[in-house]
């Protein structure tokens, strides 16, 4: 009893060590990809109105930029992929790429923000975008869409990776992780979609790209913080030659017969397969041409050479390719869901700014801010899911995740068609109210904006239940060599989803305006009929899931065999040993011809003595296992690392909030502050930017830029000489100067008022 007690404490705190690693590991990646998603929904839940608003682009013109750029976002994790795959890995992948998305968002911070570079506003709505301007913002963008391609097809797996496959606990807490994952993700989320969004409305856009700016380069040192923790799954060579090498062998055999005992096929001798990071995969019996690759024929038999890879390849290599082609038709049905899904960034906004945003009498909440309801409805739902939903639904389907990766995607798809319908009848009736109140030529009718909620509610429900079981069906559908690369050809779904919805718009808008009509998608959406763009998008997901249906009725699963091994991690404490050995191998008996066993450091005490003499009240003190205690608390030893993340995290908080607050007090540039504008510091500002960085097309602040020199804070002297523009237009020292006259009027009057009272009270009459 007592070897087994002592040896069941000595796993627990080698588990509770574990837990503590893998919980760490869980928050340093899940926290960088929390402010990544930060950083991308803080730029995209509002794009569309820059695009409109700022650089002065038609709705159509602006929702298809939009559109094209998020699709982007999703087509550059390939590249990420195949070079974490092939050469980097996902650690340093990332690592990369992070770098390259800090530098982007910087890039796009300064282009919001830096006069010459950000575009120039007459008014709040109508600004002028210079062709230079437009150029170095786009490129900012497209800069962003390449970091994000490498951070995003490797953070998942790199997560997924940290749970050990050998240890059933972990390997229960792997299917967890994909929810919890997404969890975070939507934390990020919900911040840009409710803070983010309000500071670029309603303080400047340079500070709403700088803080996600911000986040995300403290996002990057986190990261780096947890290099020694992470568990490394090592590169296996290019998947795309492998790949390759399959097909080519497979078709150089067309006429060579498959044989019928599936041993005969080749593989490798070894227990572990010749691809790095991989384990061996068993035959399948579908797609039986490319099985001609793995053929041993005579002439191979006869010669001694290592084998040619274009010529011969495993069962392994063969079973990858197979893999990948039956993951194709489930990923192509993602493509319809994430053209509804991509509506909350476009055609969502834009009907929302048809209906009455406020929110009391002194608060309008902006239309790109209610994507927030989704990122809820995702918080909401994960949690039921994990708790509610898979135990209830294990009862009735034994499976040990309650639904299969594949029965969960299939109810995501069915909500994605209940979203649509629930957008077009709110189409149908906001368009009843115009007609019948004649309210065509109205910026906003008298119907409230949350009545958008529903169809944002219902798109976070489908995402719970397809997106996440899409993550976790490719992960573990993948090729262990190759599972960055079908992280990324999910995420590719998005992309093309982005697309299929930009070539929607583009057909509907030119179809529907033959003859000089206005259209579906008009500029005033009074006019027009969005309700028949979402219908059409219904049916689409209706076709899409019969199809979804069928192809899920005959896939076939991998069938890996063994065990995954992943590079080892350096130890946080040094590892416990013990040595229990006897004569004959007997536990608990000393062998004293073996040195090991008279070794204190590696002998455990096995018998208490039954008398101790009595302890002084400092010896009992110094008795007292305090660890105990502290575990209780929460601050013993295995909680070190979680302290030391909340530690940090709290720090890097007030760091931040610490410069936001340094920089509201001390920065030269007023109107970048995260005080609200009064309305005459905004038409101030808007005077200076005329003034001083004038559009070609304003002739008044064009002829006074020229008379001045036609040199920023320059002018010309006598003699031809420039010379420093001492009596500029100052935009700090005009409104210091015209809030010193309001006070100073103010004064005068309550002055003149006092002496007139005074003359009336001594009888003198005067007007």
């Given at each position: 009893?007592?070897?087994?007690?002592?040896?069941?404490?000595?796993?627990?705190?080698?588990?509770?060590?574990?837990?503590?690693?893998?919980?760490?590991?869980?928050?340093?990646?899940?926290?960088?990809?929390?402010?990544?998603?930060?950083?991308?929904?803080?730029?995209?839940?509002?794009?569309?109105?820059?695009?409109?608003?700022?650089?002065?682009?038609?709705?159509?013109?602006?929702?298809?930029?939009?559109?094209?750029?998020?699709?982007?976002?999703?087509?550059?994790?390939?590249?990420?992929?195949?070079?974490?795959?092939?050469?980097?890995?996902?650690?340093?992948?990332?690592a990369?790429?992070s770098?390259?998305?800090?530098?982007?968002?910087?890039?796009?911070?300064?282009?919001?923000?830096?006069?010459?570079?950000?575009?120039?506003?007459?008014?709040?709505?109508?600004?002028?975008?210079?062709?230079a301007?437009?150029?170095?913002?786009?490129?900012?963008?497209?800069?962003?869409?390449?970091?994000?391609?490498?951070?995003?097809?490797?953070v998942?797996?790199?997560?997924?990776?940290q749970f050990?496959?050998?240890?059933?606990?972990?390997?229960?807490?792997?299917?967890?992780?994909?929810?919890?994952?997404?969890?975070?993700?939507?934390?990020?989320?919900?911040?840009?979609?409710?803070?983010?969004?309000?500071?670029?409305?309603?303080?400047?856009?340079?500070?709403?790209?700088?803080?996600?700016?911000?986040?995300?380069?403290?996002?990057?040192i986190?990261?780096?913080?947890?290099?020694?923790?992470?568990?490394?799954?090592?590169?296996?060579?290019?998947?795309?030659?492998?790949?390759?090498q399959?097909?080519?062998?497979?078709?150089?055999?067309?006429?060579?017969?498959?044989?019928?005992d599936?041993?005969?096929?080749?593989?490798?001798?070894?227990?572990e397969?010749n691809?790095?990071?991989?384990?061996?995969?068993?035959?399948?019996?579908d797609?039986?041409?490319?099985?001609?690759?793995?053929?041993?024929?005579?002439?191979?038999q006869?010669?001694?050479?290592?084998?040619?890879?274009?010529?011969?390849?495993?069962?392994?290599?063969?079973?990858?390719?197979?893999?990948?082609?039956?993951?194709?038709p489930?990923?192509?049905?993602?493509?319809?869901?994430?053209?509804?899904?991509?509506?909350?960034?476009?055609?969502?906004?834009?009907?929302?700014?048809?209906?009455?945003?406020?929110?009391?009498?002194?608060?309008?909440?902006?239309?790109?801010?209610l994507?927030?309801?989704?990122?809820?409805?995702?918080?909401?739902?994960?949690?039921?899911?994990?708790?509610?939903?898979?135990?209830?639904?294990?009862?009735?389907?034994?499976?040990?995740?309650?639904?299969?990766?594949?029965?969960?995607?299939?109810?995501?798809?069915?909500?994605?068609?209940?979203?649509?319908l629930?957008?077009?009848?709110?189409?149908?009736?906001?368009?009843?109210?115009?007609?019948?109140?004649?309210?065509?030529?109205?910026?906003?009718?008298?119907?409230?904006?949350?009545?958008?909620?529903?169809q944002?509610?219902?798109?976070?429900?489908?995402?719970?239940?397809?997106?996440?079981?899409?993550?976790?069906?490719?992960?573990?559908?993948?090729?262990?060599?190759?599972?960055?690369?079908?992280?990324?050809?999910?995420?590719?779904?998005?992309?093309?989803?982005?697309?299929?919805s930009?070539?929607?718009?583009?057909?509907v808008?030119?179809?529907?305006?033959?003859?000089?009509?206005?259209?579906?998608?008009?500029d005033?959406?009074?006019?027009?009929?969005?309700?028949?763009?979402?219908?059409?998008?219904?049916?689409?997901?209706?076709?899409?899931?019969?199809?979804?249906?069928?192809?899920?009725?005959?896939?076939?699963?991998?069938?890996?065999?063994?065990?995954?091994?992943?590079a080892?991690?350096?130890?946080?404490?040094?590892?416990?040993?013990?040595?229990i050995?006897?004569?004959?191998?007997?536990?608990?008996?000393?062998?004293?011809?073996?040195?090991?066993?008279?070794?204190?450091?590696?002998?455990?005490?096995?018998?208490?003595?039954?008398?101790?003499p009595?302890?002084?009240g400092?010896?009992?003190?110094?008795?007292?296992?305090?660890?105990?205690?502290?575990?209780k608390?929460?601050?013993?030893?295995?909680?070190?690392?979680?302290?030391?993340?909340?530690?940090?995290g709290?720090?890097?908080?007030?760091?931040?909030?610490?410069?936001c607050?340094?920089?509201?007090?001390?920065?030269?540039?007023?109107?970048?502050?995260?005080?609200?504008q009064?309305?005459?510091?905004?038409?101030?500002?808007?005077?200076?930017?005329?003034?001083?960085?004038?559009y070609?097309?304003?002739?008044?602040?064009?002829?006074?830029?020229?008379?001045?020199?036609?040199?920023?804070?320059?002018?010309?002297?006598?003699?031809?000489?420039?010379?420093?523009?001492?009596?500029?237009?100052?935009?700090?020292?005009?409104?210091?100067?015209k809030k010193?006259?309001?006070?100073?009027?103010?004064?005068?009057?309550?002055?003149?008022?006092?002496?007139?009272?005074?003359?009336?009270q001594?009888?003198?009459?005067?007007?």
């Amino acid at each position: 009893m007592n070897l087994t007690h002592t040896l069941g404490n000595l796993h627990h705190r080698l588990r509770n060590i574990s837990n503590v690693e893998a919980l760490s590991r869980f928050i340093q990646v899940s926290g960088n990809e929390c402010c990544e998603r930060l950083a991308y929904y803080g730029m995209s839940s509002n794009l569309v109105l820059y695009f409109k608003h700022r650089l002065h682009q038609h709705s159509a013109t602006a929702s298809r930029n939009n559109l094209n750029w998020s699709g982007t976002c999703y087509i550059t994790p390939l590249i990420g992929a195949f070079i974490a795959d092939s050469y980097l890995g996902r650690y340093r992948t990332i690592a990369v790429f992070s770098i390259i998305y800090v530098i982007g968002m910087s890039l796009l911070t300064m282009s919001a923000s830096i006069p010459g570079l950000r575009p120039t506003c007459y008014s709040k709505d109508d600004c002028r975008a210079t062709d230079a301007e437009s150029a170095v913002f786009f490129l900012a963008l497209y800069i962003v869409a390449l970091g994000t391609g490498g951070i995003k097809p490797c953070v998942s797996s790199f997560g997924a990776d940290q749970f050990d496959e050998d240890d059933e606990v972990e390997k229960k807490h792997k299917s967890s992780f994909f929810n919890w994952f997404y969890f975070v993700i939507n934390i990020g989320a919900l911040i840009a979609s409710s803070v983010l969004v309000w500071v670029q409305e309603n303080v400047s856009w340079g500070l709403g790209f700088g803080i996600p700016a911000v986040a995300m380069g403290i996002a990057v040192i986190s990261f780096f913080s947890g290099t020694r923790l992470y568990r490394n799954q090592k590169p296996g060579g290019s998947p795309l030659t492998r790949l390759a090498q399959v097909m080519v062998s497979a078709f150089r055999k067309y006429n060579v017969p498959v044989p019928l005992d599936r041993t005969q096929l080749y593989e490798t001798a070894d227990a572990e397969s010749n691809i790095k990071g991989s384990r061996k995969l068993d035959h399948t019996e579908d797609l039986k041409f490319f099985d001609k690759a793995a053929v041993v024929t005579q002439t191979q038999q006869a010669k001694d050479s290592a084998v040619n890879p274009w010529r011969l390849c495993t069962v392994t290599q063969v079973e990858e390719l197979k893999g990948i082609i039956r993951l194709l038709p489930i990923w192509a049905t993602g493509i319809t869901f994430s053209a509804v899904y991509s509506q909350m960034g476009s055609l969502f906004v834009l009907q929302g700014e048809t209906l009455d945003a406020s929110m009391g009498p002194h608060f309008e909440i902006p239309s790109a801010s209610l994507s927030i309801f989704d990122t809820l409805s995702v918080i909401i739902w994960i949690p039921i899911y994990d708790r509610i939903i898979v135990p209830t639904t294990r009862r009735y389907t034994g499976h040990k995740n309650g639904l299969t990766q594949l029965q969960r995607m299939g109810v995501g798809l069915v909500i994605s068609i209940l979203a649509m319908l629930a957008a077009g009848t709110l189409e149908l009736i906001r368009l009843d109210i115009v007609k019948r109140n004649n309210f065509y030529d109205y910026d906003h009718i008298p119907m409230s904006i949350f009545w958008q909620i529903p169809q944002y509610f219902l798109i976070g429900c489908g995402e719970v239940f397809f997106f996440v079981g899409q993550m976790e069906f490719f992960y573990m559908e993948a090729p262990d060599a190759m599972r960055s690369l079908c992280s990324a050809l999910a995420l590719t779904t998005v992309a093309l989803g982005n697309y299929a919805s930009s070539l929607l718009v583009t057909i509907v808008t030119k179809v529907s305006t033959k003859h000089g009509r206005l259209g579906w998608i008009p500029d005033n959406l009074n006019r027009g009929h969005l309700h028949y763009f979402f219908l059409s998008l219904a049916i689409l997901s209706v076709v899409n899931l019969g199809a979804f249906l069928v192809i899920s009725k005959w896939y076939t699963y991998k069938r890996p065999v063994g065990t995954l091994r992943l590079a080892n991690l350096p130890q946080l404490w040094p590892p416990v040993q013990h040595s229990i050995k006897g004569p004959k191998g007997v536990a608990g008996e000393e062998n004293p011809n073996d040195p090991d066993s008279t070794d204190s450091t590696n002998k455990i005490k096995m018998v208490r003595k039954r008398y101790e003499p009595p302890k002084t009240g400092w010896e009992w003190f110094k008795s007292i296992n305090y660890d105990k205690y502290f575990d209780k608390i929460g601050a013993g030893k295995r909680h070190y690392l979680f302290w030391k993340q909340f530690g940090k995290g709290l720090m890097y908080t007030y760091a931040l909030a610490g410069a936001c607050w340094w920089y509201n007090e001390t920065s030269p540039l007023g109107w970048w502050s995260l005080k609200v504008q009064p309305k005459e510091e905004q038409e101030l500002a808007h005077l200076y930017e005329r003034r001083e960085f004038p559009y070609p097309g304003d002739k008044e602040a064009m002829d006074e830029f020229i008379t001045k020199g036609g040199m920023i804070g320059t002018a010309i002297g006598p003699k031809g000489i420039p010379e420093l523009d001492k009596d500029s237009f100052n935009f700090h020292k005009e409104l210091q100067d015209k809030k010193l006259n309001q006070e100073a009027q103010k004064l005068w009057l309550r002055m003149r008022n006092e002496v007139i009272s005074e003359l009336h009270q001594k009888g003198l009459e005067i007007e």
